[in-house]
């Protein structure tokens, strides 16, 4: 438990379940509450009026989501079954008017939020297909606080998932990722998961233009 959600242990919070596919609050609500991921994956995403929909980031246990003062932006959709800790919007409200660390916390959590958007903007629009499945496998083991000796990253979410946050059609994911996995960067590690291979661990240790030169190199 970070020092932020600690200190939001003075709120008024409660656990509560959900099964894989609940709408935890959808676009446009009034909030009355916030979260934090105990156990499981959160999507936050944006529904177009055609059906069509534009996945903005995956949340894991530790994080926190939904704050908001005015109506919702996003959905919050469950990934897969969830845990999490629920906390009364109004209770936290009144927690950061008496809490330095509670109102820092808040902003530094949207902060954080809104980077990983920036930098996800910012670093897939101008890559092939290949390379951006790539980005995102490094950028999930990450998040997965996978050991560094492993190199292999679970997908909690489906492939579905994977195209609507990369903005890739199936058939275009499907072909990029039997690319990775012919070209040895990439092999199967289980139902639903791979294990990296050199070079595509270059994104941990080097910056992404000379990853960028190494994929296209290959």
């Known amino acids: 438990m970070t020092q932020f959600t600690s200190v939001l242990e003075g709120a008024t919070h409660w656990p509560v379940s959900f099964r894989k596919g609940y709408v935890i609050y959808d676009e446009d609500e009034t909030p009355k509450a916030m979260y934090r991921v105990d156990r499981g994956c959160v999507r936050l995403q ?19 989501f939904g704050f908001s003062l005015d109506r919702r932006t996003t959905s919050a959709e469950a990934v897969t079954d969830l845990e999490l800790t629920r906390y009364s919007l109004q209770s936290v409200l009144d927690l950061s008017t008496r809490s330095r660390e509670v109102t820092v916390g808040l902003l530094n959590s949207a902060n954080a939020l809104y980077g990983d958007l920036a930098r996800h903007v910012d670093q897939i629009t101008h890559l092939s297909a290949m390379e ?17 000796a492993a190199n292999t990253v679970a997908l909690p979410m489906s492939r579905r998932d994977i195209g609507d946050y990369l903005g890739l059609a199936p058939e275009t994911l499907s072909r990029a990722l039997k690319q990775l996995r012919a070209k040895g960067y990439v092999t199967l590690h289980g139902r639903r998961g791979f294990t990296l291979k050199p070079p595509a661990l270059a994104f941990h240790v080097s910056d992404f233009s000379e990853f960028s030169t190494v994929v296209s190199a290959a």
């Open 132 to 148: 951006r499945v790539l980005w995102f496998l490094n950028w999930l083991m990450r998040h997965q606080h996978t050991p560094k």
């Open 46 to 64: 944006v529904n177009g009026s055609d059906g069509d929909r534009q996945i903005i980031a995956f949340l894991f246990p530790g994080d926190v």
